[in-house]
């Protein structure tokens, strides 16, 4: 038993030595990963997802076949277009860096004046540097009016 | 040196002082005669410490600004605005602290361009490089987590684009996104991020990196140039005169008090551009930010123009994967050199490649400046 420890100390620790620094390793790293937790939920955002409402925007007899209007759906800038009936709900968000492409009715394109992407109507990408078409919101007709699934506003900004 | 053993030799204050504080005077006033090579004697080579004096003014102005700007975005612009039009020379400290930043990051940038252009890089001063780029790194950062606190138009379009880069990492890329925005877009708790970032994080480890900068020079002293040219003679067969010690003496000279002599002529030199730029040039305050509209005429500000054309030229994700590419090529380029050296024996592709990249940035800003579209 003597020697066997005496070996062991040669080696430089002891069993005892051994299961001691194990245990205290493993708690260690048991509450950093709490705590580490706790921070991440700490300093992750309240709000990941932000929540779709459904807005009216304007009756269907107001959007005919063919035309288009720009509007203000709860804080977001929509481009409705009514493409043979079909009613489509066009964010103007750009799909490069964020900026709000802006429609110019003369042209009938989106125009980001970032880093200049330009887009059709149908929200495809014509030129610059985009690298997706524009995002589109879902549209419901109930009743001759339509209405519009936008983001809420995630607050004051 | 046991300080048991050190007898009180000097009386009054002097003798309180060292023995409370026992340092040797002497040993430090050697090392700061250290003796130092004749070429630092041109400004060119000695602009180091000009972005270390504009640091220490951007301190004391931001500190100052802290006084009356509020870091939450219903008011934060009001507070801008209170200090550039109603507190007494509000619109001094603020256009001190504005033109300072560009200031800093054009002597950042000088430095670099001259540690490059003359090889000061290479080994055994590769970890000095890094540590330089760092620097470079953090200088921006300042520049732009500032920019969006004033929360105006162009401030919070910026902080829109900028951010948005980082959702573009691979797999990591939106998560980073969110934590430094607080959220899915540029909100309320953006700005209560960014502020402490610029003005609590950002400070405090632009001084470690300033401090490891400079203890790192100390240690390994700034590129003899003389000396490396005829080694470099010598390599090549030709005849090198030998370094004896009479010629060591005349081809240095002590670090104090000639070269901080330098360093202050181009530091009041800078001053004296920050004062009067400040003063024809006053900050100004454009509408307040409109997350619904972004404006028609919208550049960030001039230090961002060569990454803003480059990504109008390129498709999203081959412009951010070749800014991503050159960073670190930037980085790491003291290895990259000494490959090139290995390869091919050429001594010189940081002469023509610092010219050229220097040239390339001029050319995109000036095409911003007057670019329509
Ligand atoms: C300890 C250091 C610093 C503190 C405490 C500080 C503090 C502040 C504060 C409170 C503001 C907002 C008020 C305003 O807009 O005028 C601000 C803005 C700003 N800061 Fe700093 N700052 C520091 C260093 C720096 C550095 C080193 C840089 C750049 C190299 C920088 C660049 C900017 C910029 C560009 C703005 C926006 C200025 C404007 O448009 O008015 N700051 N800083
Ligand atoms: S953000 Fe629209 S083109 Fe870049």
Redesign the pocket.
């Known amino acids: 038993m003597d020697e066997a420890k005496q070996v062991g100390e040669e080696q430089g620790m002891t069993r005892r030595d051994f299961l001691m620094s194990a245990a205290m390793t493993t708690s260690l790293a048991a509450s950093a990963t709490v705590a580490a937790s706790f921070g991440w939920q700490f300093v992750y955002p309240a709000v990941a997802q932000i929540p779709t409402v459904q807005v009216l925007a304007l009756s269907l007899s107001k959007l005919p076949a063919g035309t288009s209007k720009v509007m203000k759906l709860g804080g977001n800038e929509v481009l409705l277009v009514n493409k043979n009936g079909a009613v489509h709900a066009i964010s103007t968000v750009?799909t490069?860096?964020?900026?709000r492409?802006a429609w110019e009715e003369s042209r009938r394109q989106f125009v980001?004046p970032?880093?200049?992407?330009v887009f059709d109507a149908d929200g495809k990408v014509v030129a610059?540097?985009?690298p997706r078409p524009l995002g589109e919101f879902a549209v419901e007709v109930k009743a001759g009016n339509i209405y519009v699934a936008v983001p809420q506003k995630e607050g004051a900004a | 040196m046991s300080i048991e053993s050190t007898p009180q030799t000097k009386k009054g204050w002097r003798g309180w002082l060292g023995e409370r504080f026992p340092i040797d005077v002497k040993v430090y006033e050697e090392l700061a005669k250290e003796p130092i090579p004749k070429h630092m004697e041109r400004w060119w080579f000695a602009l180091g410490g000009t972005p270390l004096l504009l640091f220490a003014i951007q301190a004391i102005t931001g500190i100052l600004l802290t006084w009356y700007y509020v870091p939450r975005p219903d008011v934060a612009y009001e507070s801008v605005q209170r200090i550039t039009t109603q507190i007494p020379y509000g619109w001094w400290v603020r256009g001190i602290h504005q033109w300072g930043s560009q200031l800093m990051i054009i002597t950042v940038v000088l430095h670099m361009l001259r540690t490059f252009t003359t090889g000061a890089y290479r080994r055994p001063r590769e970890l000095n490089w890094m540590i330089g780029t760092g620097l470079l790194v953090i200088t921006l950062s300042f520049a732009f987590t500032g920019y969006a606190l004033v929360n105006d138009q162009l401030s919070y379009w910026a902080t829109t684009?900028g951010t948005n880069m980082f959702a573009e990492i691979p797999i990591v890329g939106p998560i980073i996104l969110q934590m430094i925005r607080g959220g899915m877009v540029v909100t309320a708790d953006t700005m209560t991020r960014l502020y402490p970032l610029h003005i609590g994080a950002l400070p405090t480890i632009i001084v470690t990196f300033i401090v490891l900068h400079v203890i790192l020079i100390r240690f390994l002293g700034v590129t003899d140039l003389d000396k490396r040219e005829r080694e470099r003679l010598a390599r090549a067969g030709k005849s090198a005169p030998a370094n004896g010690k009479h010629e060591r003496e005349a081809s240095h000279f002590p670090f104090f008090p000639d070269h901080m002599m330098t360093e202050l002529v181009i530091g009041m030199g800078v001053l004296i551009i920050l004062v009067n730029l400040t003063i024809l040039f006053p900050p100004t305050l454009g509408p307040h930010a409109n997350p619904a509209e972004t404006p028609s005429h919208i550049k960030p500000e001039w230090y961002f123009y060569p990454v803003f054309r480059w990504?109008k030229l390129f498709p999203l994700q081959l412009g951010l994967a070749g800014l991503g590419i050159g960073a670190a090529c930037f980085v790491l380029w003291p290895f990259i050199d000494a490959f090139i050296e290995k390869r091919t024996g050429n001594r010189d592709v940081n002469v023509y490649l610092g010219f050229l990249v220097a040239v390339g940035a001029f050319v995109f800003i000036l095409w911003e400046l007057f670019a329509l579209q």
């Open positions: 750009c490069h860096l964020g900026c492409a980001c970032c880093h200049v992407g610059g540097p985009p | 684009v990504l």
